[in-house]
């Protein structure tokens, strides 16, 4: 069975630019989440996603917002990007919210700000 | 802040030594997870251990859990440059709360 896919997997970006990451889960998989990973923060919680309804967010300002699609796909858009916002950003899914179930883990999208 | 702290940030061997990673916590968490994680990759699950006190094994590696859910450590035995990567452990409640990751490189 095909593991979570994302895309694009490398992003070079401007200062007040947007953009636009997408996430495709195991297929069956129902539940999607975001994390970022900096050297100097680690990975932490974005938000998570199930039955195309935001379900929990972490810590984050208003411009990194989500969706999550009928076939639960999900996308995030970071707008008016900093240069902090440079990270790899990954997306995970499971069969079902929380961390009861399994998560699995896509290999992430390197953005890049300049 | 990170609630959980890993120890040490960096660790460098020889293959076939031995090698201990620590996980420590300010909070309790309902379980924890272990990941590795190779560059390019994302994480990948090794382990969740949920009661106190459990010991896990898989192959050469070994999980403990302390007794007050707080803590936990990874220990590997006759590492192998397979093992290289970083090792990452995770809180759960609604979400992974992950510490900051302990670099493991095995040289051949």
């Known amino acids: 069975k095909a593991g979570v896919t994302q895309t694009p997997r490398y992003l070079i970006k401007t200062r007040g630019q947007q953009v636009t990451l997408s996430c495709s889960p195991i297929?069956?998989?129902?539940?999607v989440s975001w994390y970022q990973q900096t050297p100097g923060q680690g990975l932490q919680f974005l938000f998570e996603?199930?039955?195309?309804?935001?379900?929990n967010k972490g810590n984050f300002p208003g411009r990194f917002s989500g969706r999550q699609f009928s076939n639960s796909r999900s996308e995030m858009n970071v707008s008016t990007l900093e240069l902090g916002d440079s990270a790899l950003y990954l997306c995970?899914?499971?069969?079902?919210?929380?961390?009861?179930?399994?998560?699995?883990f896509g290999p992430g999208t390197r953005l890049t700000v300049t | 802040t990170q609630l959980l702290e890993q120890s040490p940030q960096f660790l460098s061997i020889q293959e076939g030594e031995n090698l201990t990673v620590y996980c420590n916590s300010s909070?309790?968490?309902?379980?924890l997870q272990w990941y590795r994680q190779e560059p390019g990759e994302g994480p990948v699950l090794l382990v969740t251990?949920?009661?106190?006190?459990e010991v896990k094994k898989l192959k050469r590696l070994t999980f403990q859990f302390g007794d007050a859910r707080k803590d936990s450590s990874l220990h590997i035995t006759a590492a192998q440059p397979g093992d290289t990567g970083l090792y990452l452990c995770?809180?759960?409640?609604?979400?992974?709360?992950f510490g900051a990751g302990t670099t493991v490189t095995v040289r051949a």
């Open positions: 995970a899914s499971s069969l079902s919210p929380g961390t009861s179930y399994e998560q699995y």
């Open positions: 297929s069956g998989h129902r539940s």
């Open positions: 996603y199930f039955s195309e309804t935001q379900r």
């Open positions: 909070s309790v968490f309902s379980s």
């Open positions: 251990v949920v009661t106190g006190g």
């Open positions: 995770a809180g759960t409640d609604y979400k992974l709360s």
